[in-house]
């Protein structure tokens, strides 16, 4: 699919991995909107690239369903979606004082990461299915989920966040087999440690230290670098149903 044209949803579009998306996305000359749950900062990336800002929180059927109807309003059905919105933890499931890690910290990370994932995708495919197929291949449309290296080598403390992330790798496949019928394509990127607003609030020495970790090249990924892979899986049909590892050979240590 080309996306000249094409209308696009990146949720948190707003900063970081989710911003560079939109960048990139609007470059082609998509049409995008912008979902966040920080409406400004949405909006100050929307200015900047001529798109749509909407906000929205991922968890929330109601919400989620309401920015994707303005959205449509704005720019028509989207036949490309961009799962970018995500949080982090870290939090040992006994702490240093003997006591368990609250239950509450471990479900608002997995509703974030993997229920608000797949609740974009489900009312995005919906949409999807019932739009005019394009092409020789009968396509409709393309969703790129995120998911993390950390799915595969969680880190201690990381056990919210990669079973969250590890969600949302495991359901690439079967989401992508129950959507082929309909000509609408599903992958995950999985990036390493790239150099968004959050890494880069740590000190340059905790910076450099991450950065020598990755085998090669030994700097940061570039949020661009992930912009221009979500951009690529669009134009390329034979992409389906594959986690892609971006993250320069890293394997995460044990911490």
């Keep these: 699919m080309k996306l000249e044209g094409q209308a696009a949803l990146v949720t948190g579009g707003g900063s970081g991995l989710g911003a560079a998306t939109a960048r990139a996305l609007a470059a082609g000359g998509a049409k995008v909107a912008l979902l966040d749950i920080n409406l400004a ?31 449509a309003e704005v720019h028509g ?17 006994v702490g240093k004082d003997g006591q368990p890690a609250p239950l509450e910290a471990f479900e608002r990370v997995v509703r974030v990461n993997l229920i608000g994932t797949y609740n974009i995708c489900r009312l995005a495919a919906a949409r999807m299915i019932i739009l005019e197929p394009l092409g020789a291949d ?17 880190q201690v403390g990381q056990e919210a966040y990669a079973a969250s992330k590890g969600g949302v790798a495991a359901m690439t496949l079967p989401l992508a087999r129950d959507l082929a019928q ?15 607003p959050l ?7 905790v910076q450099q230290s991450l950065a020598g970790s990755i085998p090669f090249p030994k700097r940061l990924g570039d949020p661009d670098e992930f912009a221009r892979l979500a951009a690529h899986i669009v134009s390329n049909a034979s992409l389906n149903g594959e986690v892609i590892r971006l993250d ?8």
């Design 41 to 71: 900062a949405a909006q100050a990336v929307a200015a900047e690239i001529g798109g749509f800002a909407v906000a929205c929180d991922i968890t929330d059927s109601a919400s989620a369903e309401a920015a994707i109807a303005a959205a």
């Design 77 to 93: 059905p989207a036949r490309i979606v961009m799962n970018v919105a995500g949080i982090g933890s870290a939090k040992r499931i």
């Design 138 to 154: 009968g396509e409709r449309g393309v969703i790129v989920n995120t998911a993390s290296v950390a799915a595969f080598d969680g």
């Design 182 to 196: 309909f000509g609408v394509r599903v992958c995950t990127i999985a990036p390493g440690l790239f150099a968004t």
């Design 248 to 255: 320069g050979a890293l394997r995460m240590a044990p911490r």
């Design 199 to 205: 890494v880069k609030e740590l000190p340059e020495a």
